[in-house]
Structure formats: C-alpha cells, structure tokens
C-alpha cells in the first residue's frame, strides 16, 4: 500500500490537496501573503505591523531595507485600517505627509520598489508619468522585447521604419504578423520611440 504524502511544513501531517507541497491552508497562505506560513497559527499576528513599526519606520539608512512579509508584484504590502496597502505608501506618508492628490505615487529613487524596498529615505511622492519615467531610467519598465506581450524585436521595428513608404502599412503589417494600425503608431512614434 502506498503511503500518502504529506504537507512538507514541519509539524503540519496533513495531506488533502497537495500543491506544492503543502497542504490546501499552507498553500492559500503562500497565495495570499508569498509565505506558507505567514497569516497562520504558526505566524503570530502582528508581526509585520511590529516590523513596520519599530524597523521601518525607525531605519535611516542608505541602503534598500527589504520587506521580509507579503508582497504583492514584489511591492511590500501590509494590512493597514481593514484593507491590505502598499507598505511603501504608507512609509512615503509618514515621511512626507499625505500624497498631493490621490493620483501621487510612492516611488522609488533606487530603483527597487519592485524588490520590496521600504526605505524612507528612497521614497518621494510622483505623478505617474513622473514615476513611469523613473522606472525607464532605472530600466524596471519593460519595454520593447522586455515586455512580454512584444510581438516584435527591436531588429524588426527597425525593419519596419525603413519600409516606411516603400511598402504600404498593411504589406507590413501582414509581413511582420501586426496590426496596421501597430505599425501606423511605430511610424508615427507613438510606440518604440527610443529607437529613433
């Protein structure tokens, strides 16, 4: 008789609907909070809120200070007045006071807020444009072939500029498998400028 495998989390033994090893409840804690064991009996509660408290919120170093809890899109998150929030908002409040209109971000000079960076010192509130061109300077924002939607290479949008006007927008598109109206916007700068 085959034995049963069983949750691979210490002192766990239970063995209904394994995924990754671990039990259904372990694996909806990693799902929810990115830790198998987080949110949990095994996890006293509190934990983050005291971290936030007493580490982030008093550290004054230079160097990124890495969210050890949940994250969600790697972005340090934290269950704050009934709803989980980012936890480098609420750092960029403490630190500089409400955003200037709901629409500011809390972005990252460093570059790292992907990563879970939630050092005061490296948080500022921006426009989304302004942060959006933050991360294309830190080279975070996935464009052209980082992207995983691209469709094309930098190689065949180049291609596609030097066509213009020797094939019409719908030769090329149909030769490069797009839309027309992709290869109109590649023409008119309006996607893959940087390569101008």
Not at 102 to 120: F, M, N, Q, W
Request: glycine content about 10%; hydrophobic content about 30%.
């Amino acid at each position: 008789m085959a034995i049963s495998p069983i949750c691979s989390i210490p002192d766990c033994g239970k063995g209904d609907k394994l995924r990754r090893g671990w039990c259904n409840a372990h694996y909806h804690r990693w799902r929810k909070h990115g830790d198998p064991l987080a949110g949990g009996p095994e996890s006293p509660r509190g934990q983050a809120r005291k971290y936030f408290e007493e580490v982030v919120l008093t550290y004054d170093g230079d160097e990124c200070l890495t969210w050890p809890f949940a994250t969600t899109e790697g972005y340090g998150c934290i269950k704050h007045n009934g709803r989980v929030q980012l936890v480098s908002r609420l750092v960029c409040e403490e630190e500089h006071g409400a955003p200037p209109t709901p629409d500011h971000e809390a972005a990252h000079s460093c570059g790292k807020g992907h990563l879970a960076c939630v050092t005061k010192g490296h948080l500022s509130w921006k426009t989304p444009v302004e942060n959006s061109t933050d991360r294309i300077e830190h080279g975070t924002h996935p464009k052209g072939e980082q992207n995983g939607s691209a469709k094309l290479t930098e190689t065949d949008v180049r291609e596609i500029k030097a066509l213009k006007g020797v094939l019409s927008q719908y030769e090329i598109a149909k030769r490069f498998g797009v839309t027309r109206s992709a290869v109109g916007m590649i023409h008119r700068h309006k996607i893959w400028a940087w390569l101008d």
